[in-house]
């Protein structure tokens, strides 16, 4: 079975940095996904990892410890529209890829 | 990366009908994917459309109830049959690329 944890809610204060973790234990595993979708629109993709240690792009880094079944993403210097929803997924590749999404965490900024 | 286009973006359906969204993307892909996005919470996988052959379901989806297209690499449609209010949802396709998942835009449906 498939099994993808996340906080459903976390509040931080523009210009602050904010650590939203994601735990999964799943069939196969071929890579994590985060994603950020705002209310009404499409997931965007942030991120992806592998391998172990820390992915960096900008403000945003995501980290993957495949031992633990453990992931995060980190987001600095937070901004009013980084306001989204946060989606963790993990890839599995048992028989075939695809895509199974965690519980996803609801981030609010505020000034 | 690859662009999808879903349509229709929203509709009202009255209970009992079906309704059919269709899944472009502008490049090939192997792999398709429906999704089903209930207010407030995250995406749930319904099933792998295959091209070629009968679409993979997830545990608590069945065929009758969402029957599945995949007639070539860049296109998909969806059909969710026999509709009540619980099938008020968000749906969304999506596409594999190499490295990531692309998705659709969705399409909003209420039932009444």
């Known amino acids: 079975g498939q099994n993808i944890d996340q906080p459903t809610e976390m509040t931080a204060t523009e210009g602050a940095i904010v650590q939203i973790n994601c735990t999964y234990q799943t069939s196969g595993f071929n890579g994590l996904f985060w994603y950020q979708q705002h209310a009404g629109e499409a997931p965007t993709f942030l991120s992806y990892?592998?391998?172990?240690g820390l992915e960096e792009k900008g403000r945003f880094s995501s980290f993957l410890s495949r031992s633990k079944g453990y992931s995060y993403l980190l987001l600095k210097e937070l901004q009013m529209k980084d306001s989204a929803s946060y989606l963790c997924?993990?890839?599995?590749?048992?028989?075939?890829?695809?895509?199974?999404f965690g519980t996803g965490t609801r981030l609010l900024v505020s000034p | 990366s690859a662009v999808i286009s879903q349509k229709p973006s929203r509709d009202i359906c009255q209970r009992g009908t079906s309704l059919t969204i269709q899944c472009q993307v502008d490049?090939?892909?192997?792999?398709m994917f429906w999704y089903r996005q209930q207010p407030g919470q995250s995406l749930t996988l319904i099933a792998t459309a295959n091209q070629g052959s009968e679409a993979t379901y997830e545990s608590g989806f069945v065929i009758d109830k969402f029957p599945i297209s995949r007639p070539n690499l860049t296109f998909s449609t969806l059909t969710v049959s026999n509709l009540s209010p619980e099938d008020s949802s968000i749906y969304l396709c999506?596409?594999?690329?190499?490295?990531?998942?692309?998705f659709g835009q969705g399409t909003r449906l209420t039932v009444v």
């Open positions: 990892n592998v391998l172990d």
């Open positions: 490049s090939q892909v192997t792999m």
């Open positions: 997924a993990v890839r599995t590749n048992t028989g075939f890829q695809k895509l199974v």
């Open positions: 999506s596409a594999f690329d190499t490295l990531e998942a692309f």
